[in-house]
Nanobody, 124 residues
Framework: QVQLVESGGGLVQAGGSLRLSCAAS????????MGWFRQAPGKERLFVAA????????YYADSVKGRFTISRDNAKNTMYLQMNSLKPEDTAVYYC?????????????????WGQGTQVTVSS
């Protein structure tokens, strides 16, 4: 079972930037499509971005398109989420997840393993 550990969350002012990392415990990572999700207090977990196993294709929720960039380094078993022009409504716990079954995993049910999450707070 692949284990994922997110890092890079924190408190930032509106308009600022953060880069989240998701480190995987083993080499299966390079065969997995990956995704980022987020969950605000009292709300459902929502899709943010996804990337295919090779990194050749990326997909974004409309709410983050043009501001966030997903990427991966299979040699380091790590995925990233660069978040720019942050807004207070981006405040949430951010989760990374992986899928061995789905090429473009945009749904929660597409994913086989999850990280524990990292808090991102954007102040106005």
């Amino acid at each position: 079972q692949v284990q994922l550990v997110e890092s890079g969350g924190g408190l930032v002012q509106a308009g600022g930037s953060l880069r989240l990392s998701c480190a995987a415990s083993e080499g299966t990572f390079s065969n997995s499509a990956m995704g980022w999700f987020r969950q605000a207090p009292g709300k459902e977990r929502l899709f943010v971005a996804a990337i295919t196993w090779s990194g050749g294709s990326t997909y974004y929720a409309d709410s983050v398109k043009g501001r966030f960039t997903i990427s991966r380094d299979n040699a380091k078993n790590t995925m990233y989420l660069q978040m720019n022009s942050l807004k207070p409504e981006d405040t949430a716990v951010y989760y990374c997840a992986g899928s061995l079954r789905v090429k473009v995993p945009t749904r929660i049910s597409d994913h086989d393993f999850w990280g524990q999450g990292t808090q991102v707070t954007v102040s106005s």
